[in-house]
């Protein structure tokens, strides 16, 4: 059996990566960059700096702005979305999230979170969850973001859990390819199209149970 369970958070604990995206866009519109949901698949688990180079490499800007403006759009970029996750309470928190993290904790699963986002320690106590984390990985803390696997391994590392042991979940092509780098075992959250073939996958959040997990877990692991 699995001994804990690695949870990305935006997209999977809760909506934010539409949030994320929607401040993304008010900045490439900004810098006369077309941006669309397709290619927002790419910025999914991407960390907030290689998130802006993806952005720019698209609209054919890398070499036009200098470092302090870089990091002033990452800045703006950042004030929106913070400004739009202010009012966020236990009512954002995705169906069957609640459930599966009540009953891995009856049945002593640890639980940590693994998200590239800094603010995902903010969501956690907006939302009323960060009693449920036994850890929380800390994304400044990596020297490489997803797709790399450091995050992943970094996490199962801050609950003494084998990483082989350990479930990952994931709504990103870059956290799956991580969590299968690590050598945890993927669950993803989306369609076969965004997430690929030959994982485990779960439209939405609703199917997620403890009883689906224990069920993948012995398909592939036992
Ligand atoms: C998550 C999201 C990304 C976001 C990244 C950094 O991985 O999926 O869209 O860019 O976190 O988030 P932050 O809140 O630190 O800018
Ligand atoms: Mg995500």
Redesign the pocket.
């Known amino acids: 059996m699995f001994e804990a369970v690695l949870f ?4 999977v604990i809760t909506d ?2 539409e949030y ?2 929607q401040a ?1 866009k008010a900045l490439a519109d900004r810098l006369d960059v077309e941006i669309d949901r397709t290619f927002n698949e790419k ?6 700096e ?2 802006l180079r993806l952005i720019l490499e698209h609209g054919g800007q890398t070499e036009l702005y200098s470092e302090d403006e870089f990091h002033a759009f ?1 800045k703006d ?2 004030d929106f ?2 400004e739009s996750i202010q009012a966020f309470s236990a009512d954002d928190i995705y169906p069957g999230i609640l459930p599966l993290l009540n009953d891995l904790k009856k049945n002593n699963i640890k639980i940590a979170l693994a ?6 320690p903010f969501l956690l106590e907006r939302m009323g969850l960060t009693d449920y984390f036994d850890a929380i990985a800390d ?1 400044a803390a990596v020297k490489k ?2 797709p790399a696997p450091d995050l992943f391994l970094l996490a199962a590392e801050k609950i003494d859990a084998e990483i082989e042991n350990c479930l990952g979940i994931e ?2 092509q ?2 799956i390819i991580a969590i299968q780098s690590a050598g945890a075992l993927p669950i993803g959250v989306g369609s076969v199209e965004d997430l690929g073939e030959g994982i485990s996958l779960v439209s939405d959040t609703s199917k997620l149970s403890y009883a689906y997990l224990i069920e993948e877990w012995q398909k592939t692991r036992a």
């Open positions: 990305d958070l935006d997209g934010t990566a994320h995206y993304w910025l999914k688990g991407v960390s907030r290689d998130s990452a970029k950042n979305y913070v998200s590239a986002s800094k603010n995902g994304p973001g997803k709504d990103a870059a956290g």
